[in-house]
């Protein structure tokens, strides 16, 4: 496992799977704030029931290991039509995580505007989950956007989302604890969170993104 960090240590990312977090202290974790790699291969409401079921299965357990009890897990998602239906991903992957304990919250989105994907590729579900038994009153803020895909990093694999967007689900987030991205990529929730004065912990599988995030956020190897 490659560490990296900031000089003043409140920014971290692990070149690692997120499955398995043991660097990490459970119930250590204020928000975790995520963008999976979305689904994009197969098709079918069982393939991506299959997606759902792998994300909520082999992540989601360490997800609440390191997860403070009253802590936000925001996920957001993509969502598709196969040609035949839209297969409402946002609900596959809130029944699987409801099994293994985790209660949805709140419920936003974000359509893509002048996208340059396909008509059946650009809406986008905010979803924030709690532990059993730790209920979030529901507040008057509609989270709602229509953005343009952000630019991302010439360097980058994936994209990115855009930063107010992030801003908004950390605002209505636990304030206390540092904020985990299980899925850093080029380091989206890194720069905002960096910029709140928070502490940020990335896990980065791809050794290449792990490269690139580490130089947007000037992280240096530890040794």
């Known amino acids: 496992m490659t560490r990296y960090a900031s000089k003043n240590g409140r920014l971290q990312l692990f070149r690692a799977d997120s499955r398995r977090l043991g660097a990490i202290a459970s ?4 928000v975790i704030l995520t963008s999976p790699p979305y689904w994009i291969r197969g098709r ?3 393939s991506a029931d299959r997606y759902a079921r792998e994300l909520a299965v082999g992540f989601g357990p360490e997800w609440r290991r390191v997860l403070a009890p009253d802590g936000d897990l925001w996920l957001v998602i993509g969502d598709r039509h196969d040609g035949t239906e839209w297969l409402g991903l946002d609900a596959l992957l809130t ?3 409801r099994r293994s304990g985790w209660r949805l919250q709140s419920k936003g989105l974000w359509a893509q505007t002048r996208s340059r994907e396909r008509w059946d590729n ?3 579900h905010l979803l924030r989950f709690r532990k059993v038994g730790h209920v979030v009153r529901p507040r008057g803020t509609t ?3 229509m953005l343009p895909l952000p630019r991302s990093h010439p360097d980058s694999l994936w994209d990115a989302i855009p930063e107010p ?3 908004a689900m950390l605002e209505m987030s636990k304030k ?4 985990l991205d299980p899925f850093a990529g080029a380091g ?3 720069r905002v969170v960096a910029r709140q004065g928070r502490e940020w912990i990335g896990v980065e599988r791809d050794s290449h993104m792990a490269t690139v995030c580490a130089r947007r956020l000037r992280l240096k190897p530890v040794r």
């Open 27 to 30: 119930g250590s974790i204020g």
């Open 44 to 46: 079918g409401r069982k």
């Open 95 to 97: 029944r699987w995580l």
């Open 122 to 124: 650009r809406v986008n």
């Open 143 to 145: 989270l709602c956007w």
């Open 165 to 167: 967007v992030v801003e």
């Open 176 to 179: 206390r604890g540092p904020v």
């Open 188 to 190: 989206t929730s890194g």
